[in-house]
């Protein structure tokens, strides 16, 4: 097993340095995705990247963070790599719970690892009520409760039944890749192991969520996976009763 961390990366010049320091305590190599940042963090990214076991993935041009992550997967996956961990730039999870998945990802080489957040009181009520709306989409778009949460940025991916949803599904560039690649996985039979992870907001954070454009977004790709799941519908059925409860 041979994993690597994938860290998508645009404007978190103040917060990438702890999240990179943590993900090489655990021994892990890591790519940092550079999604169209300004001079300033492109700079600091540069520094970084003259780390040992860091590569940097620099795109021309911002395309959202489903951009980054699409390149990073592909770029891990061209390196040889098994396994992707996806963590976000920000500084929000807590690193401390990173071994707990990487023996999850040990125990199931075949699941995907995906987190579900523990919150302290620093969440802000509004993403919450939009992230609720997202997670009653998937469960009826998967017919389970197999995904806990859609959203979170912390999930470890095995590459070799990852690339091929990757490529089978329309591209889907910010916000909305999160929750569509879990219920495509989830379509696909790939095993979905769910972990908490704490989760803070701090007060000078810098969030790339757009409240408005984003839920859109996400709402038309939750349209798109309804009709989807419409033609799935007799097989997850007979999935849903196959499974024990």
Not at 67 to 89: K, M, P, T
Not at 105 to 115: K, L, N
Not at 180 to 209: K, Q, T
Request: charged share 20%; hydrophobic share 45%.
């Amino acid at each position: 097993m041979n994993p690597v961390a994938i860290v998508p990366v645009y404007n978190h010049a103040a917060t990438v340095g702890a999240v990179l320091q943590a993900l090489h305590s655990l021994t892990l190599p890591v790519i940092l995705v550079d999604d169209g940042s300004s001079a300033e963090c492109a700079a600091v990214l540069d520094a970084l990247a003259e780390t040992p076991e860091t590569s940097l993935l620099r795109l021309p041009r911002n395309g959202g963070k489903g951009s980054a992550v699409i390149a990073g997967l592909r770029e891990a996956h061209a390196r040889g790599y098994s396994h992707a961990l996806q963590l976000d730039a920000d500084g929000q999870h807590d690193v401390a719970a990173l071994p707990m998945f990487l023996d999850a990802m040990r125990d199931a080489p075949q699941a995907v690892i995906a987190g579900f957040p523990r919150y302290d009181a620093s969440v802000p009520a509004s993403r919450l009520i939009s992230r609720y709306a997202t997670h009653v989409w998937v469960w009826i778009n998967t017919l389970s409760r197999r995904i806990r949460d859609s959203m979170c940025g912390l999930r470890i991916y095995p590459l070799a039944v990852t690339l091929p949803v990757l490529a089978a599904m329309p591209r889907q560039s910010r916000m909305e890749f999160d929750p569509e690649i879990l219920v495509r996985l989830d379509w696909a039979n790939v095993p979905i192991r769910n972990l908490p992870i704490s989760v803070c907001y701090p007060s000078d954070g810098m969030s790339h969520f757009r409240l408005w454009h984003d839920n859109v977004r996400i709402s038309w790709m939750h349209t798109r996976l309804f009709f989807g799941m419409l033609r799935r519908l007799p097989r997850l059925i007979g999935r849903h009763f196959s499974e024990p409860h």
